[in-house]
T-cell receptor
Framework: DAGVTQSPTHLIKTRGQQVTLRCSPK?????VSWYQQALGQGPQFIFQ???????QRGNFPDRFSGHQFPNYSSELNVNALWLGDSALYLC????????????FGSGTRLTVV | AQSVTQLGSHVSVSEGALVLLRCNYS??????LFWYVQYPNQGLQLLLK??????LVKGINGFEAEFKKSETSFHLTKPSAHMSDAAEYFC????????????FGTGTKLQVIP
């Protein structure tokens, strides 16, 4: 049973560029949440998708956007990258019907130079 | 709003000694509580969860945590530390129902000294 799959694992981008990160949830999960984890910090909630709609959003600017597809996979898009966007981006999947916590992917390490 | 506070950003224990990582929560409704572990350059792995059943929760790798409502605490313990326990540990809180985000603490880095 595959867990949460994220791609790519590492990425280097230049300031001002745009980036798209991808996530496939665990089998049986229908909800995807995205977190940003800066170095030495705890994960910070970006947003959550269920039924292809953004259901909740954390304190992140509109440069951060997302999408969920009918097969429950999800993308995180970040426009106009800043140096401060450098972080580990974690995707977590869960079941909407049973809120017993997330299953996390291994993350995408984004470096903005 | 819900939040968790982890006391001690770094904890060092000797191999074989008791591990105690502290977490206090704040929630206006009955919480669900979790402990996650993160090894370097990896995602988070669920150690254990409290979802309003038994207050003493047993998890993987010999860890356990006790939910104490009177103290608003959910401390993580392990009787005997192994070298492989060296990692960062995160306490997290959410609530029942759909569309509930999970809020994480700032983490405690555990060092195990041989």
């Amino acid at each position: 049973d595959a867990g949460v799959t994220q791609s790519p694992t590492h990425l280097i981008k230049t300031r001002g560029q745009q980036v798209t990160l991808r996530c496939s949830p665990k089998s049986g999960h229908d909800t995807v949440s995205w977190y940003q984890q800066a170095l030495g910090q705890g994960p910070q909630f970006i947003f959550q998708y269920y039924e292809e709609e953004e259901r909740q959003r954390g304190n992140f600017p509109d440069r951060f956007s997302g999408h969920q597809f009918p097969n429950y996979s999800s993308e995180l898009n970040v426009n106009a990258l800043w140096l401060g966007d450098s972080a580990l981006y974690l995707c977590a999947s869960s079941s909407h019907a049973v809120n017993y916590g997330y299953t996390f992917g291994s993350g995408t390490r984004l470096t903005v130079v | 709003a819900q939040s968790v506070t982890q006391l001690g950003s770094h904890v060092s224990v000797s191999e074989g000694a008791l591990v105690l990582l502290r977490c206090n929560y704040s929630s206006s409704v009955p919480p669900y509580l979790f402990w996650y572990v993160q090894y370097p350059n990896q995602g988070l792995q669920l150690l254990l969860k409290y979802t309003s059943a038994a207050t003493l929760v047993k998890g993987i790798n010999g860890f356990e945590a006790e939910f104490k409502k009177s103290e608003t605490s959910f401390h993580l313990t392990k009787p005997s530390a192994h070298m492989s326990d060296a990692a960062e540990y995160f306490c997290a809180v959410t609530r029942s129902g759909g569309y509930q985000k999970v809020t994480f603490g700032t983490g405690t880095k555990l060092q195990v000294i041989p």
